[in-house]
């Protein structure tokens, strides 16, 4: 009778995982992770934030509170802990610390590594600074993201949503029950004629016109 060696059981125990799909429990939703400059685009992260809650998602975002850590040292925790990443632009690069040879905007979207990025780009935006506008040259050049132009908090949303669910479903990731089915409203605003406002496709068109 010839039986497993032990070195193969344990290879084949240790593939196993690697093949089953991912079961989450209700307290491990999709964590979506927001990347920004901060008071250039809050009512942009709002927007972000209220896209992703309605999706059922958890929204992961820098500014969830004070924590007795370093920054950098708090948002790759943050980045480790979440399966998206979602970019938000406009003019600003952000702070570079002493110890940093980029702002922390780009340090975060290198630290993304091979997670799937969704990114969004505000336009107009006629004083954008020159370190931003290299990043999204780069961002361009790895052709490793989607992206979009946005105008306004409340296009950024629907956007966001659409995109989503888009991604979740190619990456064939369980729905939680009862996804809402009304329109985005960016925190505080009103949108008017929302009924004749069209759903996007998913970054079916990618536009660079920056």
């Known amino acids: 009778m010839e039986t497993d060696h032990p070195l193969d059981a344990e290879s084949r125990l240790a593939e196993a995982p690697s093949t089953a799909p991912v079961i989450r429990t209700p307290d491990q939703r999709v964590r979506v992770f927001i990347s920004s400059t901060l008071d250039e685009l809050a009512p942009e992260r709002a927007a972000a934030r209220e896209a992703i809650s309605q999706m059922r998602l958890t929204p992961v975002f820098f500014e969830s509170g004070a924590r007795p850590y370093p920054p ?12 998206i990443f979602v970019g938000i632009y406009w003019q600003r690069y952000g702070w570079v ?34 370190r931003l506008q290299a990043l999204l040259d780069r961002i361009r050049t790895e052709d490793a993201a989607s992206y979009q132009k946005f105008a306004t908090p409340e296009e950024l949303c629907e956007q966001i949503a659409n995109d989503l669910a888009l991604l979740l479903t190619e990456r064939r990731h369980r729905f939680p ?23 996007r496709p998913c970054c079916s068109a990618r536009m660079w016109a920056w």
Not at 72 to 83: I, K, M, P, V, W
Not at 99 to 119: A, F, N, R
């Open 72 to 83: 950098r040292e708090l948002y790759r925790a943050y980045l480790g802990q979440s399966d």
């Open 97 to 130: 610390a002493p110890t940093m040879q980029v702002s922390g905007l780009e340090d975060e979207y290198q630290l993304s590594g091979g997670k799937p990025k969704l990114i969004y780009v505000k336009t107009p935006a006629p004083e954008r600074e020159p």
């Open 177 to 199: 029950p009862g996804l809402p089915s009304r329109p985005c409203r960016a925190a505080g605003s009103s949108i008017a004629n929302r009924s004749a406002h069209r759903r």
